[in-house]
C-alpha cells in the first residue's frame, strides 16, 4: 500500500471530521466575515491551534486580496498550497553512521514507535541496533527487546535502574565492533524531576559525541496524536533538554483531529518526520506534507 493510501486510511477520521465543515465552508456564496469565522471554527476543532489557525487565516486573506478572489470555491485551493507550505520542510538526507535518539513521555507509544522504525530500517538494508537506554521505567527495555525481536535487530540492555549512558556506550561498542549503520536510542520519558531527566540526555549526547564523532546526529520526540495540545506543550519541554530535530507522531489513525500536525509546525517551526497510522509494524510511514494535505481535503 503506498504512503497516500496509508495515511488517507489513517486520517480517515480527522477527514470525516473536517471534510463536512469544509464541504458546508466553501459552498458558501461570499468570501465575508461568516466565512472566515467558519473557517476558524473548523480548523480549531480539528486541533490546528490558535497559532497556525490565525497565521492561515491571515496568510489567507492577504493571498485573497492579491488575487481579488471573491468566490470561496476559488479559495479552497490558496488554502490548500498554504496548509502545504506551512508543513513542508527540506529533511536532509541520512549519512552513515546514524544515531537517533528517542525522546518522549511515557504512554505516547515511544518503545512501540522505536520497533517500527528499527523494522523501517532495516527494510531499507540498513543494519539497526537498539540501546535500551531507559532503565529508569519498570520492564521498559523488556518491552524493546520483544519489538527488537519483532523487526529483527539487535538490542543492548542492561539491568533497571543501570546509568543509561553506559547502555549507550556498549551499544556504540557493538555498532563499531559490527560495523553496523543505524543505533536507536531509546530514553527516559519522566518529567517529574526534569532536571535530571536533561542531565541524563546531555550525558548520553556527550557519550555519542565522543565515541562516533563523525556520526549523522538526529532527535527526535514521540507524540501522541490522540493528545491533541498537550503534545504541542511535550515539545517545549525536551528542547529544553536537547535540540529537537524533528517528530514522529504516533496513533494519527486514532483521532479525529489530526490537524495537531500544523499545530505542531506552527509553534515550533519543527517538522514531522514520520507518523504512526496503524497497530502493525509497517504501519509507521515517513512523512510527506502534500499526502498529508491531499489526505484531509
Known amino acids: 500500500m503506498s504512503f497516500f493510501s496509508k495515511i488517507k486510511e489513517g486520517l480517515k477520521k480527522t477527514k470525516d471530521s473536517i471534510s463536512k465543515k469544509f464541504f458546508e465552508l466553501f459552498k458558501a456564496k461570499e468570501l465575508n466575515d461568516g466565512f472566515y469565522d467558519e473557517l476558524e471554527y473548523a480548523l480549531i476543532s480539528s486541533d490546528f491551534g490558535v497559532k497556525a489557525t490565525e497565521s492561515i487565516i491571515s496568510e489567507l486573506k492577504e493571498q485573497i486580496f492579491k488575487k481579488k478572489l471573491v468566490e470561496p470555491a476559488k479559495a479552497k485551493e490558496l488554502l490548500k498550497q498554504i496548509m502545504l507550505d506551512s508543513i513542508d520542510y527540506e529533511i536532509p538526507e541520512y549519512g552513515y553512521p546514524l544515531v537517533i535518539l528517542i525522546a518522549g513521555v511515557n504512554g505516547v507509544g515511544k518503545t512501540t514507535a522505536i520497533g517500527k522504525l528499527a523494522n523501517l530500517f532495516k527494510s531499507q538494508g540498513k543494519s539497526v541496533i537498539v540501546a535500551a537506554a531507559d532503565t529508569f521505567r519498570a520492564a521498559a527495555s523488556e518491552q524493546l527487546e520483544i519489538w527488537a525481536e519483532r523487526a529483527g535487530v539487535r538490542i543492548v540492555k542492561h539491568s533497571e535502574g543501570s546509568d543509561p549512558a553506559a547502555v549507550v556506550f556498549d551499544a556504540i561498542s557493538s555498532m563499531k565492533a559490527k560495523n553496523m549503520q543505524v543505533l536507536l536510542v531509546d530514553t527516559a520519558g519522566r518529567l517529574h524531576n526534569k532536571k535530571n531527566l536533561m542531565e541524563e540526555l546531555k550525558k548520553i ?73 496503524g497497530e502493525k509494524i509497517d504501519d509507521l510511514l515517513p512523512f510527506d506534507a502534500k499526502d498529508f494535505i491531499d489526505a484531509i481535503f
Open 205 to 277: 549526547n556527550r557519550v555519542v559525541t565522543r565515541e562516533l564523532p563523525d556520526a549523522d546526529r538526529r532527535n527526535f520526540i514521540v507524540l501522541d496524536a490522540t493528545t491533541g495540545q498537550n503534545a504541542v506543550s511535550q515539545v517545549e519541554i525536551f528542547n529544553e533538554a536537547i535540540d529537537i530535530d524533528g517528530i514522529l507522531l504516533t496513533k494519527l489513525d486514532g483521532t479525529a483531529k489530526g490537524g495537531v500536525v500544523m499545530a505542531i509546525s506552527a509553534e515550533h517551526e519543527m517538522p514531522v518526520v514520520y507518523v504512526g497510522v
